[in-house]
């Protein structure tokens, strides 16, 4: 077996998840300058949702395709997701938007833990499996593996990240939502509600993170109550890499997030000659958000333009 | 005739500072109006307010009949009343032409926007070479153009200019002035605020002065340029 082109699609796969993720934490800073702390327990909300649905209904109907069962996990935690974003901003954010930086934030945290009570008073404190529902077939390519799962997981987050940056570039509500993140007041001028295209802003973010939550459970095999935690601040950690604020940022970080986890952790034993071994992986994480807070804090596409006004 | 804009005893206050006291003032539809003061008087305090930025403390905001007062700055901007905000406010990091598109948001009619947009680059043919170019690179007289053609896109009734002369070479301040007139020659209406009152007074048909929030004089511009209070405090003699 290939280890190199293994750990490659490895990373690829988990960072293409972190990038949808990262997505939602640099959207939210790019439109408010605030960091959403509660994202990463919205996306452990639509894991945890989908998978009461998904166990729900393979245990009610276990003749239905994985895939649809799927799908109707999906389509009930997308929604949740999105209501729970809007839910989020006007009732935590929006009242503290004049207030100093510290207070939402301080709020951010305060609604995750809120969120992480929320999940473990209704799933428990246990970790809940993924039902085996999907096809578990594997390709050999050059000698390296690849699931079906981890096909689909690649392929659906780049359609996604596709259609959010033609919505940002090309669409009404991408060009208020541009035009907000540069001026308030002069998109306001403009005739841009926009109360509401930051309301969207939170609702879009959310339902990347919904689809990503369902990814990493089907990925992983389970969630849990507590999982948003690690895989926010990965995710934040992606979006400072890339240069918080910046789509494409976002979605650059996460994916080199994934491959220095993936290959951190496989190479990691040999390097240190087998004192660390590969649950070291989240480790690197917070390395490279060190690493990029301390060399180059505005992260790899940040502050690429030169600003006049 | 009837006035487009009508303010009748405005009052704004920032926290416990009284900034604008009492002003009431009169834009009939396609009239050049400007506000003259010092700095501090309160000008764009009373643009703010009209376009919903602020809410006023007291007073009220009529425009063609309807009231605006309380109303948010992007349901004012709706009803066909635009504001240029002191600074120009461009985009930074749109370009050109994404500037202009801005200003037709709230507009659907595609053919009309695309045949204002051809009419904005042949009033701005600096622009037009630039289109492609961020926003945030022009120059200070390029981009005072650019947010002027971002407000024709707009098609308003009503313009409220703030300062379009501020931090601009005397050759370009000609520039942006003759945009001005032309835009107003179209039947739109202008409410100037300008600190470079004898520039104002030129280009306007009538005044009002502020002072300390207050309006102390307003007339014809011919009256207010030979005014000797006027002359002394803002035509420097
Ligand atoms: N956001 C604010 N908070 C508190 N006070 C303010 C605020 N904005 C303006 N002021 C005060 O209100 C008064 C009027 O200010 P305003 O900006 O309207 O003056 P202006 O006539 O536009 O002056 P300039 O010619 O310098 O632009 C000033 O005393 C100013 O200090
Ligand atoms: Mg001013």
Redesign the pocket.
């Known amino acids: 077996m290939d280890i190199f082109l293994q750990q490659l699609i490895n990373g690829l796969v988990l960072g293409s998840v972190y990038a949808l993720v990262a997505l939602g934490y640099t959207m939210v800073y790019g439109i408010l300058e605030l960091i959403n702390f509660a994202h990463g327990e919205i996306t452990m909300m639509g894991a945890m949702v989908s998978l009461a649905v998904i166990g729900a209904l393979a245990l009610a109907a276990p003749g239905l395709p994985g895939v649809l069962v799927l799908g109707a996990g999906l389509a009930v935690a997308i929604p949740v997701c999105m209501a729970l974003g809007l839910l989020i901003e006007r009732v935590a954010y929006r009242p503290l938007r004049h207030a100093p930086r510290l207070a939402p934030l301080i709020t951010a945290i305060g609604v995750s833990i809120i969120l992480q009570n929320i999940a473990m008073l209704i799933w428990g404190k246990q970790y809940i499996p993924f039902p085996a529902i999907l096809p578990q077939g594997r390709h050999e390519i050059l000698g390296a593996s690849i699931s079906d799962t981890q096909i689909a997981i690649l392929v659906l987050a780049v359609l996604i990240m596709m259609t959010l940056i033609l919505v940002v570039q090309k669409t009404r509500l991408g060009r208020a939502m541009r035009a907000t993140a540069q001026s308030r007041q002069v998109a306001s001028l403009m005739g841009v509600d926009v109360n509401r295209v930051i309301a969207s802003t939170f609702v879009i973010g959310s339902a990347l993170a919904a689809v990503a939550g369902v990814m990493v459970s089907a990925y992983y095999g389970l969630a849990h109550y507590y999982m948003g935690f690690l895989l926010g601040l990965k995710a934040f950690s992606a979006a400072v890499l890339g240069g918080i604020g910046n789509l494409g940022g976002a979605m650059l970080g996460g994916l080199l997030l994934g491959l220095i986890e993936s290959f951190g952790a496989g190479y990691i034993g040999d390097l240190t000659g087998g004192f660390l071994g590969s649950h070291y992986q989240d480790v690197f994480a917070f390395f490279v958000l060190i690493a990029v807070l301390v060399f180059r804090p505005s992260g790899l596409l940040g502050a690429r333009v030169v600003e006049r006004a | 005739m009837s006035a487009l804009l009508s303010i009748s005893q405005l009052s704004v206050a920032?926290?416990g500072?009284q900034?604008?006291r009492d002003l009431s003032l009169e834009v009939a539809p396609g009239e050049m109006v400007c506000l003259i003061?010092?700095?501090?008087?309160?000008?764009?305090?009373?643009?703010?307010a009209i376009s919903g930025l602020?809410a006023p403390q007291a007073g009220s905001v009529h425009f063609d009949g309807q009231a605006l007062t309380r109303l948010p700055a992007h349901e004012v901007a709706r009803r066909g009343l635009t504001l240029v905000p002191?600074g120009r406010g461009v985009f930074p990091r749109m370009s050109v032409v994404e500037n202009l598109m801005m200003g037709a948001y709230t507009r659907r009619d595609r053919a009309t926007i695309a045949r204002d947009l051809d009419q904005v680059y042949a009033l701005l043919p600096r622009l037009t070479e630039r289109r492609a170019q961020l926003a945030g690179l022009l120059s200070g007289g390029e981009q005072q153009m650019l947010a002027l053609g971002r407000a024709m896109m707009a098609r308003p009734r009503l313009l409220l200019l703030?300062?379009p002369s501020m931090g601009l070479a005397p050759l370009m301040v000609q520039a942006v002035f003759d945009i001005i007139r032309q835009i107003a020659a179209g039947d739109v209406a202008v409410l100037l605020?300008e600190?470079n009152a004898h520039l104002a007074l030129k280009t306007c048909a009538r005044g009002y002065v502020?002072e300390n929030?207050v309006v102390t004089l307003s007339g014809m511009s011919a009256d207010l340029s030979a005014n000797p209070a006027v002359r002394q405090a803002y035509l420097g003699e």
């Open positions: 920032y926290g500072i900034a604008v003061g010092a700095n501090g008087a309160g000008k764009t305090t009373t643009l703010k602020i002191e703030d300062e605020v600190q502020l929030g």
